[in-house]
T-cell receptor
Framework: GAVVSQHPSWVICKSGTSVKIECRSLDFQATTMFWYRQFPKQSLMLMATSNEGSKATYEQGVEKDKFLINHASLTLSTLTVTSAHPEDSSFYIC?????????FGPGTRLTVT | AQKITQTQPGMFVQEKEAVTLDCTYDTSDPSYGLFWYKQPSSGEMIFLIYQGSYDQQNATEGRYSLNFQKARKSANLVISASQLGDSAMYFCASNSGGYQKVTFGTGTKLQVIP
């Protein structure tokens, strides 16, 4: 089956620093990748849609300058949380899409101190 | 716009019994897909089952079946013969209009009791 990896699986960083999270589709090419954010005991909220070779489409209320998304190839998308603050602490999940199916990565737990 | 409603924040079920997790959806698009995902405490999202709006039969995958009632706009998940490992959060989700973007419900926490 289709496998999506995320790296790192967890990260702790200091307030004001930037953190990069990678999302890779390991055995298939994904034209579209999605980035979600999940707060404790809440649902997944879509942050942005990333298409290879083009700018990401951000959902309303998501700061594009704070959450930088780069989809450099058909197997890699990155999310950079710039100037992280404690309120950015969350579980970030990516998914990679072929047609109608989405395959989710294992998630990255970010803690900003 | 799509909206997914899961009215059961938490459910308990006895091991080996069947359980139904409710999901209703709201979309004006004639073409849409419905999904169920399982999220254990580790956080990963595990795809369980998919139902297309034009599928005539209810989807089944092993112990999982989707009770699709189009007129009621409901897509309930039925888990038969519950196992302790089924304890997790379950999310109903949907996409529509040919778009890959998926909208999630608020989830139901299922706990299987020995």
């Amino acid at each position: 089956g289709a496998v999506v990896s995320q790296h790192p699986s967890w990260v702790i960083c200091k307030s004001g620093t930037s953190v990069k999270i990678e999302c890779r589709s390991l055995d298939f090419q994904a034209t579209t990748m999605f980035w979600y954010r999940q707060f404790p005991k809440q649902s997944l909220m879509l942050m942005a849609t990333s298409n290879e070779g083009s700018k990401a489409t951000y959902e309303q209320g998501v700061e594009k300058d704070k959450f930088l998304i780069n989809h450099a190839s058909l197997t890699l998308s990155t999310l950079t949380v710039t100037s992280a603050h404690p309120e950015d602490s969350s579980f970030y999940i990516c998914s990679a899409s072929t047609s109608y199916e989405q395959y989710f990565g294992p998630g990255t737990r970010l803690t900003v101190t | 716009a799509q909206k997914i409603t899961q009215t059961q924040p938490g459910m308990f079920v006895q091991e080996k019994e069947a359980v139904t997790l409710d999901c209703t959806y709201d979309t004006s698009d004639p073409s849409y897909g419905l999904f169920w995902y399982k999220q254990p405490s580790s956080g990963e999202m595990i795809f369980l089952i998919y139902q297309g709006s034009y599928d005539q039969q209810n989807a089944t995958e092993g112990r999982y079946s989707l009770n699709f009632q189009k007129a009621r706009k409901s897509a309930n998940l039925v888990i038969s013969a519950s196992q302790l490992g089924d304890s997790a959060m379950y999310f109903c989700a949907s996409n529509s209009g040919g778009y890959q973007k998926v909208t999630f419900g608020t989830g139901t926490k299922l706990q299987v009791i020995p």
